[in-house]
């Protein structure tokens, strides 16, 4: 899970519901670097008080490398329909210990357990599931 103060339309205000990206976002330099692989699910979280919650969902494309302003990983995401909130994944009794709730100012990228990205899956829009599965 990546995050960011920022969401879809603002990385890119062209991003339409349902259009993929592939993006290079910024990471801290820690030992999950190490552990992140190409193909590897992956969803974009966005934090603060506007919508906060899993606004796009897709894969690891790349290995982590160095960017311009430091660590980087590149990722094709496509923008949900709309946002996974995070008051919906705090009510569920499968996501609510999710690293990125219990934790938000924590390392990014940040994980979940196969339940919690189980349960982020259940709470997408109708229909927007696509090629994603738990």
Do not use: F
């Amino acid at each position: 899970m990546l995050k960011s103060t920022r969401p879809p339309e603002l990385i890119d205000p062209t991003w339409p519901a349902g259009g993929a990206r592939e993006l290079d976002r910024c990471v801290r330099r820690s030992y999950r670097l190490a552990l992140v692989r190409p193909g590897q699910p992956c969803l974009l979280w966005v934090s603060g008080r506007t919508e906060p919650g899993v606004h796009a969902l897709g894969e690891v494309t790349g290995e982590a490398g160095e960017g311009a302003g430091g660590p980087a990983l590149t990722v094709r995401l496509t923008r949900l329909p709309s946002p996974v909130a995070r008051a919906d994944l705090l009510a569920d009794p499968a996501a609510r210990d999710a690293e990125v709730l219990r934790m938000p100012a924590g390392s990014n990228p940040s994980w979940l357990t196969g339940d919690q990205y189980a349960a982020v899956l259940a709470h997408l829009p109708a229909g927007a599931l696509g090629p994603w599965r738990a």
